[in-house]
């Protein structure tokens, strides 16, 4: 089966760095997401790893350890509008379908 | 705007009713998927469609059932409702994967509509 772990909750102050990790497990890992949520709206794709190393988007990163099973955002020179739940998602194929499960999601705080 | 319609917005109905969501993907995509998020939880894998057949499945309720339409349009019905039905529904949509930027392709990133948001009394 699949299982992803990241934290409940993080705070951090405007014009920081914040890092959300994830940790997951997984078959027929094709790839790992972030989204960002903001309460009651759908999620939107933030960023994308399928091999191991860091890609960089902006004030947002990414990077993917697939030995380890783990990633992480790193959010650079935080904005109040950063406030909201960054969802990491595995997504593995399977029989002919691919199956992108999502974590319970890491609620950040932007405080000024 | 992602490109995916979602509709109704809102629902309200009553325990052991049935409803239909529906969910138009965005023009292109051949794949559609179903999530469930019930309040301050986590988004829920329900069911894939890929050109009208069903791709893969996730923890859905046998109360719960989906097709995808020639159209590629796709209907998530979900009958005998119980309060712990109440959330909102999300579908998704995305093109085929092809290993990112990495490989020249696109990532198969799930685009998502406004969600539809049930709610059982």
């Known amino acids: 089966g699949q299982n992803i772990d990241q934290p409940t909750e993080m705070t951090a102050t405007e014009g920081a760095i914040v890092q959300i990790n994830c940790t997951y497990q997984?078959?027929?890992?094709?790839?790992l997401f972030w989204y960002q949520q903001h309460a009651g709206e759908a999620p939107t794709f933030l960023s994308y790893?399928?091999?191991?190393g860091l890609e960089e988007k902006g004030r947002f990163s990414s990077f993917l350890s697939r030995s380890k099973g783990y990633s992480y955002l790193l959010l650079k020179e935080l904005q109040m509008k950063d406030s909201a739940s960054y969802l990491c998602?595995?997504?593995?194929?399977?029989?002919?379908?691919?199956?992108?499960?999502f974590g319970a999601g890491t609620r950040l705080f932007v405080k000024a | 705007d992602s490109g995916v319609t979602q509709t109704p917005k809102h629902l309200i109905t009553a325990t052991g009713q049935r409803v239909t969501l529906r969910c138009s993907p965005r023009s292109g995509d051949l794949s559609v998927y179903w999530y469930q998020q019930s309040l301050d939880q986590g988004l829920q894998f329900l069911i894939q469609?890929?050109?009208?057949?069903?791709?893969a499945k996730g923890n859905i309720l046998e109360r719960f059932s989906a097709q995808q339409f020639p159209d590629l349009h796709s209907e998530l019905n979900l009958s005998s409702l119980e309060l712990g039905d109440s959330a909102l529904y999300f579908c998704?949509?995305?093109?085929?994967?092809?290993?990112?930027?990495?490989?020249?392709?696109?990532?198969?990133?799930?685009?998502f509509g406004e969600g539809s948001r049930l709610t059982v009394l």
């Open positions: 469609y890929y050109n009208g057949e069903e791709r």
């Open positions: 998602a595995v997504r593995g194929i399977n029989t002919g379908g691919f199956k992108t499960i």
């Open positions: 998704a949509s995305s093109a085929i994967p092809s290993g990112g930027k990495s490989y020249g392709g696109n990532t198969g990133e799930l685009f």
């Open positions: 790893n399928v091999l191991d």
């Open positions: 997984t078959s027929g890992f094709n790839g």
